[in-house]
């Protein structure tokens, strides 16, 4: 047996050894969640709640250990006393615990990512493991100490090399899913991903640097190392699209973390998504950091006072509402600066208050108080006080006042004067129009003014009172079972008498427009306007954020363009850290130095450096005497593409990416295309995958953001440019769509496209 078959089966023992306690583990998990849900709902509300809550325990424990199965090991540390840690997914102990495994996230497994030949510490050689489900299939080691007696061992084995198990994860063909990092982790991103909680974290990097990996790997470094704080507030990532989400989505589970919301920005308020996208022009325009006193002072007309005051008879006495009276009643609903509909409250009872004051003033007694609540409920049923009221002081919902905004533009001109008469006609919509993404967060800043709708208010008053007694009611049974202060809380308990389990953290927050988080993940940040920073901010009142983006790629005309610029403004001078990544782990060198080159030619801010690997011939080209026969080039060199990257087995990507004018027309060729060049079965597996998980996809720059495919051709790029909001923007939008392609760039275009734009 060679001593490179010796050295993998040794490791395979230990990784065996690994998997045999989770799945002892996993076993054990499995019986108690058995031996729970066998006690079935009888006993005390007590009891139940706390089988519910052990029950909830169990599963959350259980969907974690699944979730850790794929290259559970991948990693070993050797230190100069000859000891060993391996490193994982998780923490895992034998019963006697003695470490087994130890968690990527732990300081101890700091070394394996951040050690090098001049700073290693006590740690002499780390070693990669490769896997193939619980198989040990490559080892590959990197002597940190060069005195050190590994460096014999590892050469004379064939073990000794460097960057391998990176190489191959960037080599492999791509899913619809981004995998995780966690094996490969450079230092320079686990630097960032270590970085203390507090505060804002910046990253900026080109495209195939890790942006949104070490994003989402700091995310779980943050819920393992500050797990009691997180796990109370909760944290949210925020992305571009929601195919982008679902890309991302298997990321924080296979690291161990399950308990974060994942929202675009317009999916930030529950039960009102964004169905519909504003013009670039409109969008900017939303997006200026002046609609938050448009849409104040769009609350702030509302109070007013009417023109037509009433005058109303009470048992025969006339009963003026008087302007005096309004304005007072109006100054004392401010004064107790609550949200517009709950300090509409105080307006009404100021109001009926005086009115029925102006009432006793008449008589020639003393009214008890039963004659004055009948006094105050025939003032309050009035149509004309109502009326009148309701004039004064307007109950409002957030979508109704957003309506109005677009639905009536002299209002908005009055509202807005920086506004030009272009800028109105290109807000202005019909009423009732659906909310576009740029709505949101407009919404979101009505529905902080406002309060609750007055409507839902009422509704839920009556179940305030229930409720307060239901949480009375649950205090005092867990008192008096002396268990109040562990495992089971008073809502847990609440929870489970009214018939549902205590939900995580993550589903209370995802469904609470107000809940505020530890922690903001924003990728793709360059491309957020001031307004939606404000809606941000507002979810994370400690500014606690990861931000990740590049400039170079910002394509929103009211996006960011220097980080300086916009973090100074949101987070102060001194409180915000700018990291760059600079090594693009994506493309080949001959597609990272070709895009890198547009860029600068464009203006735009290019921060990678170098790419580790060449490819020869990653960039290709065609070009074509006129368009008539573009359309067939596309699709069997698409076809091409998709015999080569394509499999069965659901890898590999190519993605067509075009003018959006063009992409209708290139999609329904493509398909007839692959349906001819393809097996029947193979065409029709593929005619029928989601848009989201599509392994051959024709689509426009804006959609391939944040994306990543094996191969890609570019369309007509001069058209493109021609097509986007402005220049710097088409300059991006053709950046990123270059620079998607993990192995091959296509570019396809004809001769008078060539001419209009040099690539």
Excluded at 394 to 411: N, V, Y
Excluded at 613 to 618: D, E
Aim: glycine residues 6%; negative net charge; hydrophobic residues 40%.
């Amino acid at each position: 047996m060679s001593e490179y078959a010796s050295q993998i089966r040794a490791e395979q023992r230990q990784v065996d050894r690994a998997y045999g306690r989770l799945d002892d583990l996993r076993a054990q998990v499995r019986d108690r969640l058995d031996a729970v849900r066998a006690r079935g709902a009888h006993g005390s509300p007590t009891q139940r709640t706390e089988r519910d809550s052990f029950a909830t325990m169990y599963e959350d424990r259980l969907a974690q250990m699944r979730a850790v199965e794929d290259r559970l090991v991948f990693g070993r540390l050797d230190a100069a006393d000859s000891s060993r840690r391996y490193i994982g997914r998780i923490g895992l102990s034998d019963e006697a615990h003695e470490p087994i495994l130890t968690d990527w996230r732990a300081e101890a497994a700091r070394p394996f990512y951040e050690a090098t030949p001049s700073h290693h510490g006590d740690i002499v050689m780390r070693r990669h493991l490769t896997l193939r489900f619980r198989e040990v299939v490559g080892i590959e080691d990197e002597v940190l100490d060069v005195d050190a007696e590994q460096v014999g061992h590892a050469a004379s084995s064939g073990t000794l090399t460097g960057e391998g198990a990176l190489l191959a994860s960037l080599s492999s063909r791509r899913t619809g899913k981004m995998t995780d990092i966690v094996a490969t982790i450079q230092a320079e991103q686990d630097r960032i991903i270590r970085a203390p909680l507090p505060g804002a974290v910046v990253v900026q990097g080109g495209p195939g640097t890790g942006k949104t990996a070490v994003a989402l790997h700091r995310a779980a470094y943050l819920l393992y190392t500050h797990r009691r704080q997180l796990e109370r507030s909760g944290v949210l990532v925020v992305g571009p699209s929601s195919t982008f989400l679902r890309y991302i989505d298997q990321v924080l589970p296979s690291l161990g973390e399950t308990g974060v919301v994942s929202r675009t920005v317009g999916e930030l308020i529950p039960g009102m998504p964004a169905t519909a996208e504003d013009t670039p022009h409109a969008a900017r325009l939303k997006g200026d950091a002046r609609m938050a006193q448009v849409v104040a002072a769009a609350v702030a007309m509302r109070v007013r006072v009417p023109a037509d005051l009433p005058t109303v008879h009470v048992n025969g006495f006339p009963v003026a509402m008087r302007e005096a009276d309004v304005r007072q009643a109006q100054l004392d609903a401010r004064r107790t600066r609550q949200p517009h509909n709950k300090a509409r409250e105080t307006f009404v009872r100021s109001m009926l208050s005086m009115m029925r004051a102006r009432y006793a003033e008449q008589l020639d007694y003393t009214p008890d108080e039963a004659e004055m609540s009948r006094v105050t409920e025939t003032l309050r049923m009035n149509d004309k006080v109502r009326r009148a009221l309701n004039l004064a002081w307007l109950p409002m919902t957030g979508p109704w006042l957003i309506d109005q905004l677009w639905a009536k533009p002299q209002r908005l001109r009055a509202l807005a004067p920086w506004l030009t008469d272009e800028d109105v006609a290109a807000l202005a919509r019909p009423k009732g129009s659906p909310l576009t993404r740029s709505d949101i967060p407009l919404l979101d800043e009505a529905l902080e003014l406002l309060g609750p709708d007055p409507k839902v208010t009422a509704r839920a008053g009556a179940m305030d009172a229930v409720r307060a007694e239901e949480e009375r009611f649950a205090r005092d049974t867990l008192a008096q079972a002396g268990i109040g202060s562990g495992i089971v809380t008073a809502q847990m308990l609440l929870d489970n008498l009214n018939g549902s389990d205590a939900e995580l953290t993550a589903q209370r927050a995802a469904a609470d427009r107000e809940w505020t988080y530890g922690h903001i993940v924003v990728d793709e940040a360059q491309e957020l306007t001031a307004m939606d920073w404000r809606m941000l901010i507002r979810r994370c009142p400690s500014r606690s954020f990861t931000i990740v983006g590049d400039v170079a790629q910002t394509s929103a005309l009211g996006g960011t363009r220097s980080w300086p610029r916009t973090m100074d403004r949101l987070f102060g001078r001194g409180h915000w850290t700018l990291n760059e990544l600079t090594i693009d782990y994506r493309n080949p060198q001959e597609v990272s130095d070709l895009a890198s080159a547009f860029a600068r030619s464009e203006g735009l801010y290019i921060s990678t450096v170098n790419a580790v690997r060449a490819i020869p011939g990653s960039v290709r080209r065609v070009t074509l005497d006129d368009e008539s026969a573009l359309a067939d080039e596309v699709a069997a060199t698409t076809a091409e593409l998709a015999h080569e990257f394509v499999s069965a087995d659901g890898t590999g990507r190519v993605a067509v990416i075009a003018p959006d004018s063009m992409v209708e027309a290139l999609r329904g060729r493509v398909a007839r295309q692959l349906a001819a060049a393809l097996p029947e079965a193979e065409a029709r597996r593929l005619a029928e995958q989601d848009a989201w998980d599509e392994q051959v996809s024709v689509c426009g720059a804006q959609q391939v953001k944040g994306l990543e495919y094996d191969a890609v051709l570019v369309v007509q790029p001069g058209r493109i440019e021609q097509e986007a909001a402005s220049r710097l923007v088409a300059a991006a939008d053709l950046y990123v769509a270059m620079t998607r392609p993990t192995q091959r760039l296509f570019i396809v275009r004809t001769k008078t496209d060539e001419t209009a734009l040099s690539i």
